[in-house]
C-alpha cells in the first residue's frame, strides 16, 4: 500500500482531512495526516517555529517514500519537504497553496501584517478570532456546512501556539520557491477551487513553468479540504483532469 502524507493549513489540524481520508481507496492507500508544529496535538510546548523544523518533523514520521498532500500553508510546508528530499516523495499535490511571495516590499507588509495578526490572536478572545479568520475574501463564498467545520477545527487549537506558528510561517516569512521548484523532477498536481481566481492562475504558472506539473480546478472555493472531499480523495489518488474542473461533487 501507497502511504499520502496530508499537511493542513494554518489554524486547521489533522482532523480537516478527515472526509478526505474516509474517501481514499483503503485497499490501496493509507493516509497519515499530520498536525503541524503550533496546530491541534502539537500545540503543547510550540517554542520557536520554523519551515525547517516542519520538514524535520514531516520527514521523522513519513515512511521512507510516500505521496505528499499539503493544503494553504501545508502546501507551502510540502514545498520546503519536496525540496529537501525529492527521492523520498512518488507524487507532489499542492491544494490553495503558493510558492511565495516575489516582491521583497510586499513580503515585508505580509510579514509585518501577520506579526500583528500574531499579537492580537494572543490579546482577543480566541473565538473573535476565529471569526475574524472566517471573514476573510477567500472563505466569503462557503456554504454554512463547510465555515462550520472549519471553525470546528480552528477550535482543537491553542491561540499562543497558533500566534507562534503564524511569526514562524507566516506568507511573509517564506522565501519565493518558484526557481527552486523550477528544478524539481517529480510528478506535481496543483489544485484549485473554481470559485478561488487567485490561485487559479497561480497554479497556472505553476504548472506552466514545470515538466510534468499539471493543473486541477475543481468545484469550490479556497477551503477545497473541507468543501470538495470526494473529487480532493481521487486527484491524490492521482485520477486527476489538468486544466479542467471535475465532474462530479461530493
Not at 498536525?35 to 513519513?62: K, Q, S
Not at 499579537?119 to 472563505?139: A, G, H, N, V, Y
Not at 489544485?191 to 475543481?218: C, F, H, M, Q, T
Amino acid at each position: 500500500m501507497e502511504t499520502i502524507v496530508l499537511l493542513h493549513g494554518f489554524g486547521g489540524t489533522r482532523r480537516a482531512w478527515d472526509g478526505v481520508r474516509e474517501r481514499l481507496d483503503s485497499e490501496r492507500y493509507t493516509a497519515l495526516a499530520l498536525d503541524l508544529p503550533g496546530h491541534g496535538e502539537d500545540a503543547a510546548n510550540p517554542g520557536p517555529i520554523t519551515f525547517a523544523g516542519c520538514v524535520e518533523r514531516v520527514l521523522a514520521a513519513a515512511p521512507p517514500r510516500f505521496v505528499l498532500g499539503g493544503y494553504s500553508l501545508g502546501g507551502r510546508v510540502a514545498m520546503h519537504v519536496a525540496l529537501a528530499a525529492p527521492e523520498r516523495i512518488s507524487r507532489l499535490v499542492l491544494i490553495s497553496a503558493s510558492p511565495g511571495i516575489e516582491d521583497p516590499a510586499e513580503r515585508a507588509a505580509r510579514r509585518a501584517s501577520d506579526r500583528r495578526l500574531a499579537d492580537e490572536l494572543e490579546r482577543i478572545p480566541f473565538e473573535q478570532f476565529i471569526e475574524r479568520w472566517r471573514s476573510q475574501p477567500l472563505f466569503a463564498d462557503e456554504p454554512p456546512s463547510v465555515a462550520e467545520l472549519a471553525r470546528a477545527d480552528q477550535r482543537r487549537n491553542r491561540p499562543r501556539a497558533l500566534a507562534q506558528a503564524l511569526r514562524g510561517l507566516g506568507a511573509g516569512e517564506m522565501e519565493p520557491l518558484w526557481e527552486p521548484l523550477a528544478g524539481l523532477a517529480l510528478p506535481l498536481t496543483f489544485v484549485a477551487g473554481e470559485r478561488d481566481e487567485k490561485y487559479i492562475a497561480l497554479g497556472r504558472r505553476l504548472a506552466g513553468s514545470l515538466a510534468g506539473a499539471r493543473l486541477v480546478i475543481l468545484p469550490g472555493g479556497h477551503g477545497l479540504v473541507l468543501e470538495e472531499p470526494a473529487g480532493l480523495a481521487r486527484v491524490l489518488e492521482g485520477l486527476e483532469q489538468p486544466d479542467a474542473a471535475w465532474p462530479f461533487r461530493s
